[in-house]
């Protein structure tokens, strides 16, 4: 077992409270989240990059000139080109009467009658020429648009009926969409705008409409794609359909994100998770009666507590899982005395942290029934008020109680700090913060929350002074360069923060060879990745990889390793990186933001199939802030 293990008694947290952004993983999943929505747009374009290599994109390029005119435009050169056809069809029409044939005739009969607007059928368009058939088609068409503007849908839609019997057009299909849109009608609309856009795949305004009736008859992945094809058609201009793409991902994610909550095995999270939980309490030797060597009766519920214990302390998946089951055990075998109070608060961590959180928050409660003395209790069921009911309040009190309990408990203050943390009061915090290192200096993390907390109240220099500080300290404690490097990350000090991110790998391994933490590794590649420098793309994704030998379930190390794949334009092998990210994931908000990059990510695949000649619209917008 790990090195340190042997110089400490077996690490016995006290109090678990879930992790508050900056305690364990100081929101690495956000920082990858917000580069994310920062780089949007990049999401969309990085992996159609080697498309234009291959120039796929020309047919657009060459044909996007005389191809369509955005559909406004339409009408104005609709309007502006009637006189000249018209001018143009009387000529014609004069030539046939000349001719004196039949057909001459009854051009010219239609023609009057137009302008009154008649009844246009399958038989009397047959009879027309060409010609005679789109200018027919237009005067129907406007005479459609007005009579949409008026609100007559049902007129409107008679007459871009027969506009289409006269002329197949996607304008006409688009504006009948318009009015089916108008009364609801969301089979017409899609069935209209289909035809539209199969006519003129490029069709933003048909595919917005289309978008839409998806969206209101529930097909939401449908109404994704289309909103996601207008959006880069359109270079992403339209905020409004950039904003259906952002909802539709979410409603997507979080159908999703249901369905795979209902059927996801309740299990532990990856080991650097669980310990970056356990290792946020100050360690204590385990109680009385259960340490190390104390012989038990092996059939005896104590013997399981003991065991729970003992496991916990070697920080790998297997033991960790082993530890949840021998603290189920020690309480249903019972007859644990004095000790049912921590049982019920060991059970209920381990419930918590598979994510089964009535349960857990059912268990602390017994626990603090049974013993409040137990401080520990109060502190873990505040975080699960705070996360589970979002109740501030409840939470606040349980930390009330634990102080009145036991003032001198130097655990409370620091979690009460990570409430305030999360909550933005970083006053409060970094007092709670301090006045936890005032009752006890020997634990590490008040120090490097203090000095993140300093960092957010933009006292930088305090902060990196504190980091100093604690170097001095803690000289071999890996966490303490690893929370320094993200620091200097954000600084934008990018060889500064990777010599602490190395400075901390060397200290994971030498310390807890059996069980390192990645977290700095991930770290370092983010840092490399963001630094941007030729090879660091792969160099990053290299240390993913190492980082999934060292904790295959590391939901962290997966997402990150999912963005470093499209980053390079790996769009296949990312989406499933994003899907592997939302299985890990604890939290049912954390599956939901991993499933909605794999769901753009999969929309990205989707329509790069669909609208291969989309490629240089991908390349070429150069969105910047977009
Ligand atoms: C932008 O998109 C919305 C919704 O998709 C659509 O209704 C609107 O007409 C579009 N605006 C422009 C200027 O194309
Ligand atoms: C569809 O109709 C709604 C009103 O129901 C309107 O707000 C919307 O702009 C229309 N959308 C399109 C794409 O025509």
């Known amino acids: 077992m790990a090195a340190n293990m042997a110089t400490k008694p077996a690490p016995f947290p006290v109090t678990a409270i879930p992790l508050p952004p900056a305690s364990s993983a100081p929101g690495l999943w956000e920082k990858i989240s917000s580069w994310a929505s920062e780089n949007k747009v990049v999401v969309y374009t990085l992996a159609t990059v080697t498309v234009v290599a291959t120039g796929a994109g020309i047919y657009y390029i060459s044909t996007a000139d005389g191809k369509r005119p955005a559909p406004s435009e339409t009408a104005a050169s609709s309007t502006t080109g009637k006189k000249k056809r018209k001018n143009q069809k009387k000529k014609k029409d004069a030539a046939a009467k000349e001719a004196g044939g039949e057909k001459g005739g009854k051009k010219a009969e239609v023609e009057e009658e137009n302008d009154g607007l008649p009844e246009v059928t399958e038989e009397s368009v047959a009879a027309l020429g060409e010609q005679e058939r789109k200018d027919l088609a237009s005067k129907l068409k406007v005479a459609g648009n007005s009579a949409y503007q008026s609100k007559n849908y049902a007129r409107a839609i008679s007459l871009y009926t027969q506009a289409l019997l006269c002329k197949q057009d996607p304008v006409f299909y688009s504006n009948r969409a318009a009015c089916y849109n108008a009364t609801s009608e969301w089979d017409k609309v899609i069935a209209d705008t289909t035809a539209a856009i199969s006519l003129d795949p490029m069709y933003v305004k048909a595919l917005n409409r289309r978008g839409h009736a998806y969206e209101r008859s529930g097909q939401h992945s449908d109404a994704l794609l289309d909103y996601t094809a207008s959006c880069i058609i359109d270079h992403f201009s339209n905020e409004t359909a950039a904003n259906a793409v952002e909802r539709l991902l979410q409603v997507i994610a979080r159908e999703r994100a249901a369905e795979m909550m209902k059927d996801k095995k309740r299990r532990l999270p990856s080991p650097t998770f669980v310990s970056n939980y356990l290792q946020s309490f100050r360690a204590k030797p385990p109680p009385q009666g259960l340490e190390d060597g104390v012989e038990l009766d092996a059939a005896s519920g104590l013997y399981q507590l003991q065991k729970g214990i003992a496991e916990m302390g070697r920080r790998t998946a297997e033991s960790y899982a082993e530890a949840g089951e021998a603290f189920d055990r020690a309480v249903e075998i019972g007859g644990l005395g004095e000790h049912e109070a921590f049982a019920y608060n060991m059970r209920g961590t381990f419930r918590y942290l598979k994510g089964e959180n009535t349960d857990a928050l059912n268990d602390l409660t017994k626990a603090v029934e049974l013993k409040p003395e137990l401080t520990q209790s109060f502190i873990k069921r505040a975080s699960m008020y705070l996360e589970e009911e979002g109740d501030q309040a409840k939470a606040i009190a349980d930390f009330e109680k634990a102080i009145s309990t036991d003032a001198a408990d130097p655990d409370i203050y620091y979690h009460r700090a990570q409430l305030h943390f999360i909550l933005g009061e970083f006053t409060d915090a970094a007092k709670d913060y301090q006045k936890s290192i005032d009752l006890d200096r020997d634990f590490i993390f008040s120090h490097i929350q203090l000095g993140v907390t300093q960092y957010k109240m933009g006292s930088v220099a305090s902060s990196f002074a504190t980091f100093r500080r604690c170097i001095k300290n803690f000289e071999r404690a890996p966490e303490v360069y690893n929370y320094y490097g993200e ?105 939901i933001n991993a499933l909605s990059y794999a769901e753009a990510t999969r929309t990205q695949l989707t329509i790069q199939q669909r609208y291969p000649n989309l490629a240089p619209n991908f390349a070429s917008s150069g969105f910047g802030g977009a």
């Open 487 to 591: 620091l200097l990350l954000d600084q934008q000090k990018y060889e500064e923060a990777i010599a602490k991110f190395d400075t901390a790998v060397e200290l994971e391994k030498a310390t807890k060879p059996m069980c390192m933490n990645v977290l700095p590794l991930i770290n370092k590649a983010l840092a490399l990745f963001q630094w941007q420098s030729k090879d660091a793309v792969a160099e990053a994704q290299k240390l993913c990889e190492s980082a999934l030998i060292i904790d295959p379930e590391c939901d962290i190390a997966v997402a990150t390793m999912a963005q470093l794949l499209l980053q390079q334009s790996k769009v296949t092998e990312a989406l499933k990186y994003f899907e592997r990210a939302a299985e890990l994931s604890r939290t049912e908000n954390e599956v």
